[in-house]
């Protein structure tokens, strides 16, 4: 079955076959056609151009797309959406002065959701998280990395991999799950590390393994979490079961962590909101995407990654939302992208490009998602008529989203 779209106003983010991702100063550019047309065939891409070569398809469903512009669906590496309850107490905390870490470190933060998530049955946490799959799905996005690390427990995170799986199943958005064992170390394991580090490796692992639940593997690399050594360990244990890394790190303090991040082929690394020029020179030639959390900046008031230094260094960069319960309950990527463009100084162009195929080499999924390209997925945003795709960014926290297609199918 094919569908023909015609007259769209532009259509972005178009690409050839067999590009991964975008780097340097390559990011400022974002192939587009203005009015274009668009056939999808059995749920993929198979023609776009413009309206002058408009194929005339008799058997096809024709959609108009006046005014609309067309762009490939967000894609979101990095979230937690999978957790139980909330942490708005600590928000307010914060907004009385209370700084993130004093939160942790009085049991709070990570420790908490954990405590609720313990708590809580398989069930519930299904019905909880699928609410804000379905959310941030109508928001635009296509795809989504799912990090467990709220469990801290072999029961525990084993069920918050369970749901991710049944999430998987149920919807039709591409997931990935990341195994966070190494997300905090519980109150008893305080004085205990390399007892918890050996829980993670020998008893989780193993049986995350065995049941197939987990695509990465992650650790909050940083002072007071996960040091560089633990981090080394928890990579490596990962890798014998054929878990690449994506790894948080550089959120707080830069403590050499991405070139340990680099050395053990991390897909991806995360958060950098402190990054040093020894940090950029370690990602130069790496096959590693740095990815910037800027709504978690926003949310929790730290710096935003240095995306210019970063992208005049010649690296490529990706746009995720973060979406937990801690320091990002968002999982809006418009919002990202927009932050990005007014916190950031990334061109409208730059931020899509990291919000889409940078997104999608970050997870792992560029070959079928993160750009209009012939084979890969009909996974689509259409906006509202609009003057421009600037007009995203721009006018931000208004809602220009018209519809998404996931996989063919109208959302
Ligand atoms: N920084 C580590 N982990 C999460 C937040 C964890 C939390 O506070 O619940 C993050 O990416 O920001
Ligand atoms: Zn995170």
Redesign the pocket.
């Known amino acids: 079955m094919q569908t023909l779209f015609i007259n769209i106003k532009e259509l972005l983010q178009i690409r050839e076959t067999g590009i991964d991702k975008i780097s340097g100063s390559d990011m400022a550019i974002l192939p587009k056609i203005d009015n274009a047309y668009l056939v999808i065939e059995n749920n993929i891409i198979s023609d776009f151009g413009p309206m002058k070569n408009c194929p005339k398809l008799s058997d096809a469903t024709i959609i108009d797309a006046t005014g609309q512009v067309v762009l490939p669906t967000w894609v979101d590496s990095?979230t937690?959406i999978v957790y139980s309850g909330n942490?708005i107490q600590e928000f307010v905390d914060r907004i009385n002065g209370l700084s993130?870490e004093e939160i942790?470190n009085r049991g709070g933060?990570?420790l908490n959701?954990a405590k609720k998530l313990n708590e809580t049955l398989e069930d519930e946490i299904y019905e909880q998280s699928k609410i804000r799959l379905e959310e941030v799905m109508q928001q635009g996005t296509g795809a989504v990395e799912i990090k467990s690390?709220?469990g801290l427990t072999i029961e525990g995170e084993l069920k918050m991999l369970r749901v991710i799986k049944r999430l998987k199943e149920n919807y039709p958005i591409a997931i990935k799950a990341t195994f966070l064992g190494a997300?905090a170390f519980p109150m008893e394991y305080k004085e205990n590390h390399a007892a918890y580090i050996d829980l993670i490796i020998n008893e989780m692992l193993p049986k995350i393994a065995s049941e197939n639940l987990a695509d990465y593997i992650d650790a909050?690399l940083?002072t007071g979490?996960f040091s560089v050594e633990e981090t080394i360990k928890i990579m490596e244990a990962g890798r014998k079961y054929g878990l690449e890394p994506k790894i948080?790190v550089n959120?707080f303090t830069a403590i050499d962590g991405i070139k340990a991040c680099v050395e053990n082929g991390a897909l991806s690394v995360?958060?950098l909101e402190i990054v040093t020029d020894e940090d950029i020179e370690v990602l130069k030639n790496s096959k590693t995407m740095p990815v910037a959390?800027p709504s978690?900046s926003y949310f929790i008031s730290i710096p935003y990654t240095p995306a210019r230094k970063m992208m005049n260094a010649g690296l490529p960069l990706a746009l995720a939302t973060?979406y937990?319960?801690?320091?990002?309950p968002s999982g809006n990527m418009n919002f990202v992208v927009a932050t990005a463009c007014i916190k950031m100084k990334m061109t409208p162009e730059e931020a899509i490009n990291a919000a889409t195929i940078n997104g999608a080499y970050a997870m792992g999924i560029s070959k079928t998602h993160g750009s209009i390209t012939k084979g890969k997925k009909a996974n689509l945003i259409f906006t509202k008529p609009i003057m421009s795709f600037y007009q995203l960014p721009y006018a931000f926290g208004t809602n220009l989203i018209g519809k998404v297609m996931i996989e063919g199918q109208f959302i």
């Open positions: 990095h937690h942490r993130y942790a933060g990570i959701s690390g709220y997300h909050f940083e979490y948080h959120q995360d958060h959390l978690c973060d937990n319960p801690g320091t990002t």
